[in-house]
């Protein structure tokens, strides 16, 4: 899978159309599951004009900003995957709405996943309600740790439950306990107390400003 996280096209030093077309046929040599947000999350036409060239199949949808923008995406399959955070995008009762949109449309879903245990499992627990057909995948996030050198830090992600997540073989296994069958170790709120504001600032020389990086990836940076 390869993220380009809409950067590509972000800015007037960023690439073009024209590049943008290459760079994707270029990539599709290696066989990748997708191309992820190679555009602008709000040019749903362009979207569709990329994947109807059937390079490779092409996902988005993280920052999406409301129900109706999701229904566009999906109804004129602009995409073949359609990602969608349920918990910080609509929730369990959208994203339940949106599943029979993208089976009635022949897409597939993956869920976008990059938050605490806890909402892995919340996503898990929604996803195994519908036909691998329909939802395929689930991300889950791989932060920095003593022991994996990865992203960025975020002991909090791992540290919200009183057990580690079940994965086996790349297989979470959903518990049958009630609720979401995990326990939260409450203790986090006094370890991790909250911070209102951005998690970071980032600065571009083009088109020149600061941006800010939220939790809620429906709302623009700029």
Known sequence: ?????????????????????????????????????PLPPDDHEAYRALK????????????????????DLILSE????????VCCQGG???????FSEIAHSGLKFA???????????????????????????????VYTTPKVKSMYPFPLASEILAEPLPVENGELIVPREPGLGV???????ERYPWIPGPWSFF????????????????VKWV
């Open 203 to 218: 600065r571009l020389e083009s088109p020149p400003g600061t941006w800010a990086v939220t939790a809620d990836h429906s």
């Open 92 to 98: 369990y009762t959208m994203g339940r709405r949106l």
């Open 111 to 141: 869920f976008h996943s990059w938050g605490t245990d806890l909402e892995v499992m919340a996503a898990a627990h929604v996803g195994i309600c519908w036909p691998e057909t329909v939802v395929e995948l689930l991300e889950c996030p």
């Open 78 to 85: 602009s995409v073949d995957y359609v990602q969608m955070d």
């Open 1 to 37: 899978m390869v993220d380009a996280h809409t950067w590509w096209r972000m800015g007037d030093r960023s690439y073009n159309a024209e590049t943008v077309d290459q760079v994707a046929r270029a990539i599709a040599e290696y066989d990748p599951a997708w191309l992820e947000e």
């Open 183 to 189: 326990q939260v170790d409450e203790s986090v709120i």
């Open 52 to 71: 109807e060239k059937d390079y490779l199949p092409i996902a988005g949808g993280e920052h999406e900003p409301s129900e109706d923008r999701y229904l």
